[in-house]
């Protein structure tokens, strides 16, 4: 279930509580301003951002504003498209992060 809602252009990250704690210490990043855009997908080759834009069905002019949730400059999740994963490990499902665009 959700607990926390964090707002994000125009429109808003869904949290689930499992989530919030580990959330402390990350940062969401607009998608255009990360460089090099991957990210981990245990038990699969690491997606580039083409391909989770493409898989996703998310609109050019979406891209850029896209929630990434990042640990320094590590790449843990595009928010809500891929799940959220650590040092080659899954943390938590995709499902538990979402953005809702408005």
């Known amino acids: ?3 926390e809602v964090i707002p994000w252009y125009g429109g808003r990250i869904l949290v689930s509580g499992e989530v919030l ?3 402390a210490d990350c ?3 607009a998608a255009g301003t990360v460089n090099g855009l ?3 997908w245990p038990g699969r080759p ?3 951002a083409k391909q989770i834009w493409q898989e996703g069905n998310i609109p050019l002019w979406l891209r850029p504003y896209w929630p990434v949730l990042c640990r320094e400059n590590d790449v843990l999740a595009v928010i809500g498209l891929t799940p959220v994963c650590e040092k080659g490990v899954t943390l938590w499902s995709t499902e538990t992060l979402q953005w ?3």
């Open 21 to 23: 704690t580990y959330l």
């Open 38 to 40: 991957k990210a981990a």
């Open 46 to 48: 690491a997606r580039t």
């Open 100 to 102: 809702q665009t408005l």
């Open 27 to 29: 940062d969401i990043r």
């Open 1 to 3: 279930h959700v607990s």
